[in-house]
T-cell receptor
């Protein structure tokens, strides 16, 4: 079983829809939770970053973390065609050696149609 | 506009050939990562350097892969000999410090490798 599970999609929605993207994880030592966006043939770029359980909002994006359920979500309001990309969740654990262990989900491909 | 630069962007090679991928991290970033991305496995960490020293390369097949940082402005990932199963996108990423407290990890645009 992978440490981080993410539905690969694709997820197709019409413009203006609310999008919900989710990841589950098994490692309770993960401390930091991130969402990356990756456009086609580009590298991932950090979208949002959270540490604690609860919600964090940034414009049309809301990241939600539920550590008790080991579940994180990214909500996109008023989705736009420019939001069409692959969204990867990532989780980070600081090891005793000082090494940061960063584990990514496989990504969910989102398609927003005009 | 600071960015991580990777070369080559695309490479098609025959099985058995040596492949070298290069990365120039963002100036001042002392932590460098190499990741491999495939449809099935997603992003997998291959190697991790801090201040040019390798901290972890447990994700890298040791028999054919090697990673080095000859200097602070260059990281290399070498595959010798290459195999078709190595076909993937290889990403380099860099961050300043230990990357804690939300320091953003910046990814390059990737080296797209096809081994035939």
């Amino acid at each position: 079983q992978k440490e981080v599970e993410q539905d690969p999609g694709p997820l197709s929605v019409p413009e203006g829809a609310i999008v919900s993207l989710n990841c589950t994880y098994s490692n309770s030592a993960f401390q930091y939770f991130m969402w990356y966006r990756q456009y086609s043939r580009k590298g991932p770029e950090l979208l949002m970053y959270t540490y604690s359980s609860g919600n964090k909002e940034d414009g049309r994006f809301t990241a939600q973390v539920d550590k008790s359920s080991k579940y994180i979500s990214l909500f996109i309001r008023d989705s736009q065609p420019s939001d069409s990309a692959t969204y990867l969740c990532a989780m980070r654990q600081l090891m005793n050696t000082g090494f940061q262990k960063l584990v990514f989900g496989t990504g969910t491909r989102l398609l927003v149609s005009p | 506009d600071a960015r991580v630069t990777q070369t080559p962007r695309h490479k098609v090679t025959e099985m058995g050939q040596e492949v070298t991928m290069r990365c120039q991290p963002i100036l001042g970033h002392n932590t460098v990562f190499w990741y491999r991305q495939t449809m099935m496995q997603g992003l997998e960490l291959l190697a991790y350097f801090r201040n040019r020293a390798p901290l972890d390369d447990s994700g890298m097949p040791k028999d054919r892969f090697s990673a080095e940082m000859p200097d602070a402005t260059l990281a290399t990932l070498k595959i010798q000999p290459s195999e078709p199963r190595d076909s993937a996108v290889y990403f380099c990423a860099s961050v300043s410090g230990q990357g804690l407290s939300g320091n953003t990890i910046y990814f390059g645009e990737g080296s797209w490798l096809t081994v035939v």
